[in-house]
C-alpha cells in the first residue's frame, strides 16, 4: 500500500512538473531585452532605455526576487518623458551569469561598480532602489559618492530597520519562503504557474522576462542566496555615511497608518537630506507601485529629485 501511495504521488508529480514545462513552452519564443556586459569574465544582463540627454541617467535596482524587467513600466515612462534610464539582472538572476558568494550588498555593490564602468554610461546618477535594494544602494552610494547626484527610494529597505523586532521577524519568514522557493524552482514545481510571475503590472516584454525568470530554479536559488545574507547587507550598509547634500525622494505603498513604523525607518533617508520627498500611494501595493497603473508617484518622485539639481533650487 506505501509502495503504491509512492508510486501515485511520484506519478502526480511527474505530471505537475510536466505540464508545467510544457506551459512554459506554449507561452512561445522569447529572447530578453538589453545587451551581457562583461565584468571580468562574467555577464550581466543591462536594459538602457531613453534618449542621452545632459540630464543624469536613472540607474535602478531591483529588490529581492527581481531583475531588471522590474523596472520596465517605469522605464518606458520615463523613456517617453526623455529620460535616460538602465537597469540590470543581479548576478545569478534573470539572464546573467552567477556570481561568487556570499551574494551581500558587499558582493553585489562591488558588481554594480564594474557594471557602471564597463557601460559606457556617465555619471553622476540618480540611483533608484527598490524593496532590499535599498541597501545595496545605500552601501554603492556611500562607497563611490563622485558617482551619486541623488537617490529614489520604493517601497525600499534601510539600514534603520535592521534593528526592530518586527523587521526581524518578518525577515524569519522571508527567508522561510526563500528556502521553500528555491526548492520549488529546483524541482520544476513553479513552471505550472509561468503565468502568476508577474505581480506588477508590466508591459509584455517586461512581463514575459519576469515570468520566465518567476519559473527559473536558478533565479529562485540565487535570490535565496541574497536574501539568506540580508542582516549581512544592512550592517555593511549601516557603515558608510549618508550624504545630506543628495536630493532624496522616498516613495512608500498602501496603506499609511497600518505601516507607519515601517514607513518611519523608511523615510530616514528623505528626513536627512537637504531636499527630501515623500510620497505615499494608497493604492499600490509593495509590487505594483512599479507597474504601469500605480507608478505615478514614482515620476514624482524622480522629478523632484531633477528639479533639486537644478542650479535654482533652493534660491
Not at 54 to 77: K, N, S, Y
Not at 247 to 271: C, F, H, Y
Not at 293 to 313: E, I, K, M, N
Request: glycine share 12%; hydrophobic share 45%; net charge neutral.
Amino acid at each position: 500500500m506505501i509502495k503504491a501511495i509512492g508510486l501515485g504521488l511520484a506519478a502526480l508529480l511527474a505530471l505537475w512538473v510536466g505540464a508545467g514545462f510544457a506551459l512554459v513552452a506554449l507561452s512561445g519564443h522569447f529572447e530578453p531585452s538589453g545587451r551581457s556586459v562583461d565584468v571580468g569574465g562574467r555577464k550581466l544582463r543591462l536594459v538602457c532605455a531613453g534618449p542621452k540627454t545632459d540630464q543624469p541617467v536613472i540607474w535602478m535596482e531591483a529588490g529581492a526576487w527581481g531583475l531588471a524587467a522590474d523596472f520596465a513600466a517605469i522605464q518606458q515612462r520615463l523613456a517617453a518623458k526623455g529620460l535616460r534610464s538602465c537597469a540590470y539582472d543581479r548576478a545569478g538572476m534573470g539572464f546573467s551569469d552567477p556570481g561568487p558568494k556570499p551574494r551581500d550588498s558587499a558582493a553585489i555593490a562591488a558588481d554594480l561598480g564594474k557594471l557602471i564602468a564597463a557601460s559606457g554610461e556617465i555619471g553622476p546618477f540618480v540611483f533608484m532602489a527598490h524593496s532590499m535594494a535599498g541597501q545595496h544602494i545605500r552601501l554603492y552610494a556611500g562607497q563611490h559618492p563622485e558617482q551619486v547626484a541623488g537617490l529614489v527610494l520604493l517601497e525600499a529597505t534601510t539600514p534603520e530597520m535592521a534593528a526592530s523586532p518586527d523587521a526581524q521577524r518578518f525577515l524569519d519568514r522571508v527567508q522561510m519562503v526563500a528556502r521553500a522557493s528555491a526548492i520549488a524552482g529546483s524541482l520544476g514545481l513553479t513552471k505550472i504557474a509561468y503565468y502568476k510571475g508577474d505581480r506588477i503590472g508590466l508591459p509584455p516584454q517586461g512581463q514575459a522576462e519576469k515570468r520566465h525568470a518567476f519559473v527559473s530554479g536558478r533565479h529562485a536559488r540565487t535570490a535565496a542566496d541574497e536574501v539568506m545574507v540580508w542582516p549581512q547587507g544592512a550592517a555593511q550598509a549601516a557603515a558608510v555615511p549618508l550624504n545630506p547634500d543628495w536630493p532624496v525622494a522616498v516613495i512608500t505603498a498602501g496603506d499609511s497608518e497600518l505601516m507607519a513604523g515601517w514607513n518611519k525607518a523608511r523615510r530616514a533617508p528623505e528626513r536627512n537630506s537637504r531636499a527630501g520627498y515623500y510620497e505615499n500611494e494608497p493604492n499600490a501595493g509593495h509590487a505594483t507601485l512599479l507597474g504601469l497603473t500605480h507608478s505615478d508617484a514614482v515620476l514624482r518622485g524622480v522629478d523632484h529629485v531633477l528639479a533639486a539639481l537644478q542650479p535654482s533650487a533652493g534660491s
